[in-house]
């Protein structure tokens, strides 16, 4: 009897249904290695920062204010005593610079000096530096401006120098290491989410939290009056230091004196400035496009699943003559070579939901389209990623088109 009642249990437990083990989605965050990662970087910052503040200083800052400070100097009689061009073999051949030496007289004491210009830079052209010279012949009377307050200090030109100008390059190191540091400063590491998926034990990615599958309304990867903001704070940065130049340069033809050798230096800055101009133009008239309202079915979206879309327009879409909404999956992947960083970016899925050009489908509809469930579901992996999106594109003649993107979530096959 105690044999056929252990039997009758161990039937029963075979009948049991077996408990699926939940898999559960374990992601560990090296919090050390991310502090490692910030110090470095603030560290490196730090440097372009300082590296850019003591250029600055040097080439551009202390010359330019003691122009401006000169302007209150008294003005003395001076004797030239000495006037040459002197040449040296620098790193890129041979530069040269301006040599005179001059004695004045101030307070009843007698000093001389040899500071030409406030600033003490030296350049491959000869030819300028040449005119300067003979402009003060040795044994020639000139005027100097001299430093009432520290008398052995004076120059005989208190003018700005187009050399003075390109100190303002040394800005970018200024600005590169100052928002490198703010943004050391206020990034954190992002928390793991929706997008962040990684497998278990069993291969298996998972999540511990459900998401609500309700229809939902997707935020663009960025909005027309941002990016034009973004471009203008650029060109303006570029174009206002290279315009500096360029006025030096006008200034140089008018008297019949130009400098070829900034003139021919400046010539590809130049023309990236007139790209970033064209570019903020584009941005420009770009904000006056309709902008277009994408909605989901479901913020829980699967590999497998349909995907059900519907599209409108806030403003005039009587201009647009042909629309296409896109599903779009992409790899990113980002490595480094020396020192430079680099991100290549690759389609691995990419199909129109719909592509129609009458006034009455561009402005709304609908489309759907099922996932393919052999495919990849999103994944961040730092330099490495899987990203959807939904793009649409309205051609618009003779006008920059609608091209906006939406980030699209696409979790792994066993959430649907």
Request: charge should be positive; include cysteine.
């Amino acid at each position: 009897m105690i044999d056929v009642a252990c039997r009758s249990l161990r039937c029963q437990k075979l009948r049991e249904p077996v408990k699926k083990r939940q898999p559960t989605l374990s992601i560990t965050t090296t919090r050390p290695a991310l502090r490692g990662s910030k110090l470095f970087l603030g560290c490196f910052f730090s440097l372009f920062l300082l590296f850019g503040s003591v250029l600055f200083v040097v080439f551009a800052g202390l010359p330019f204010y003691r122009v401006s400070a000169s302007r209150s100097w008294s003005q003395e009689d001076c004797k030239i005593l000495s006037s040459r061009v002197e040449s040296y073999r620098g790193d890129d051949g041979i530069v040269y610079s301006v040599e005179i030496e001059f004695e004045y007289e101030f307070g009843g004491q007698k000093y001389t000096s040899d500071r030409y210009s406030f600033s003490a830079a030296s350049s491959s052209n000869e030819g300028p530096k040449q005119e300067t010279v003979r402009a003060y012949p040795a044994g020639s009377r000139r005027v100097c401006y001299v430093n009432p307050k520290k008398p052995s200090f004076a120059v005989l030109n208190r003018e700005t120098t187009s050399d003075m100008y390109f100190g303002l390059f040394t800005l970018i190191f200024v600005i590169v290491g100052g928002g490198g540091i703010i943004g050391v400063l206020v990034w954190k590491p992002k928390p793991p989410g929706e997008a962040d998926w990684l497998p278990d034990q069993d291969g298996v990615a998972s999540s511990t939290t459900a998401a609500p599958t309700s229809p939902t309304v997707l935020k663009p990867t960025s909005r027309p009056v941002v990016q034009f903001f973004v471009i203008l704070g650029i060109t303006l940065f570029w174009c206002g230091i290279v315009s500096v130049f360029t006025y030096q340069e006008v200034i140089g033809f008018q008297k019949g004196r130009p400098e070829w050798f900034v003139t021919i230096f400046m010539i590809p800055f130049q023309l990236i400035g007139l790209l970033l101009l064209c570019g903020t133009l584009y941005s420009f008239l770009a904000m006056f496009n309709p902008i277009p309202i994408v909605e989901v079915n479901t913020t829980q979206l699967a590999l497998g699943d349909r995907l059900e879309v519907k599209w409108s327009f806030q403003g005039r879409t009587s201009s647009i003559r042909k629309l296409k909404v896109i599903l779009v999956g992409e790899e990113q992947s980002q490595y480094r070579r020396g020192t430079s960083t680099y991100t290549d970016t690759s389609a691995f899925f990419q199909q129109d939901l719909t592509d129609v050009n009458s006034a009455i489908d561009v402005a709304s509809g609908a489309t759907s389209i099922d996932v393919p469930v052999t495919s990849m579901h999103s994944f961040d992996g730092g330099n490495n990623k899987i990203a959807w999106s939904l793009r649409i594109h309205g051609e618009i003649a003779r006008w920059p088109d609608v091209d906006t993107s939406f980030p699209l979530v696409v979790h792994p096959v066993f959430l649907r």
